[in-house]
């Protein structure tokens, strides 16, 4: 059985207003749980306000009900597998690549946007997956610590054990600083706040003022980072006036 958020925003006529509001709700309590799918559905309307976020939910369910896998191995090889999601390697810093209505469409991202994918498509269908905010790459795993299996579907779907997973980090950063931390789930709070994070630099390179600073208004109402964003936001506003 599909176990879809129900998202009450994604009616056509609704405002940026009311999905800022709704934003704005789902991240006042610091540290609360938020729903995966629905932040990052809303992070997709604020890049392009054509886009309701309800587009987004119907889009993973429908990708869900198309998959056959019932356990995180086969999940991850029938989505990432040949012809399935894959690492956008050649255009990292794409935007597109951090906006899952995007991610779903061209079937490419980053490590976390593929990660996020996963976990709410297993959601779905009942298999559980948890992020891992491995520093300098995004990974996930089983939710159970029952036969613990980790992924990085940027690079591969086959899973990897902690010590395959600290050899990736190795390799990636070439810093001897390994630490059993690296390995702990990150809360999909988190993994929001890094997705603006990876588009705030983004838009900063490209100088794409008007692009920052929806990705600013986002982050100032976020509780844990909102004190030096706000001042930042400010700035920002004044600058583009």
Same mark, same amino acid.
């Given at each position: 059985?599909?176990?879809?958020? $129900?998202? /009450?925003l994604?009616?056509?006529?609704y405002?940026? =207003?009311?999905?800022?509001?709704?934003?704005?709700?789902?991240?006042?309590?610091?540290? @609360?749980?938020?729903?995966?799918?629905? $932040?990052?559905?809303?992070?997709?309307?604020?890049?392009?306000?054509?886009?309701?976020?309800?587009?987004?939910?119907?889009?993973?369910?429908?990708? =869900?009900?198309?998959?056959?896998?019932?356990?995180? &191995?086969?999940?991850?090889?029938? #989505?990432?597998?040949?012809?399935?999601?894959?690492?956008?390697?050649?255009?990292?810093?794409?935007?597109?690549? @951090? #906006?899952?209505?995007? &991610?779903?469409? %061209?079937?490419?991202?980053i490590?976390?946007? #593929?990660?996020?994918? =996963?976990?709410?498509?297993?959601?779905?269908?009942?298999?559980?997956?948890?992020?891992?905010?491995?520093?300098g790459? !995004? #990974?996930?795993?089983?939710?159970?610590?029952?036969?613990?299996? !980790?992924f990085?579907?940027?690079?591969?779907?086959?899973?990897?054990?902690?010590?395959?997973?600290?050899?990736l980090?190795?390799?990636?950063?070439?810093?001897?600083?390994?630490?059993?931390?690296?390995?702990?789930?990150?809360?999909?709070?988190?993994?929001?706040?890094?997705?603006?994070?990876?588009?705030?630099?983004?838009? %900063?390179?490209?100088?794409?003022?008007?692009?920052?600073?929806? $990705?600013?208004?986002? %982050?100032? $109402?976020?509780?844990?980072?909102? =004190?030096?964003? @706000? &001042?930042?936001?400010?700035?920002?506003?004044? /600058?583009?006036?």
């Amino acid at each position: 059985m599909l176990r879809g958020h $129900v998202v /009450g925003l994604g009616n056509k006529g609704y405002s940026s =207003a009311v999905h800022f509001e709704r934003f704005t709700e789902l991240f006042s309590i610091r540290g @609360s749980v938020v729903p995966l799918d629905e $932040v990052l559905a809303l992070i997709c309307h604020f890049a392009d306000e054509d886009i309701e976020p309800q587009q987004v939910i119907t889009q993973l369910d429908q990708l =869900a009900s198309t998959v056959n896998s019932t356990n995180a &191995v086969d999940l991850m090889a029938e #989505l990432f597998g040949p012809s399935g999601f894959t690492g956008n390697s050649f255009e990292y810093d794409d935007p597109n690549n @951090s #906006l899952m209505l995007q &991610v779903i469409a %061209r079937r490419l991202g980053i490590p976390i946007t #593929l990660c996020a994918l =996963a976990i709410e498509v297993g959601r779905r269908i009942d298999i559980d997956l948890v992020g891992i905010g491995m520093p300098g790459h !995004f #990974l996930c795993r089983t939710a159970s610590q029952i036969d613990l299996k !980790f992924f990085d579907p940027f690079h591969s779907p086959r899973p990897l054990s902690a010590d395959q997973c600290k050899m990736l980090y190795e390799n990636l950063t070439q810093i001897d600083n390994w630490s059993a931390e690296f390995l702990e789930p990150s809360s999909s709070r988190l993994m929001v706040i890094r997705v603006l994070s990876n588009l705030k630099s983004i838009y %900063r390179r490209r100088s794409d003022v008007a692009n920052l600073r929806w $990705v600013m208004r986002l %982050r100032s $109402v976020i509780p844990e980072i909102a =004190a030096g964003e @706000s &001042v930042e936001f400010a700035q920002l506003m004044r /600058g583009s006036n």
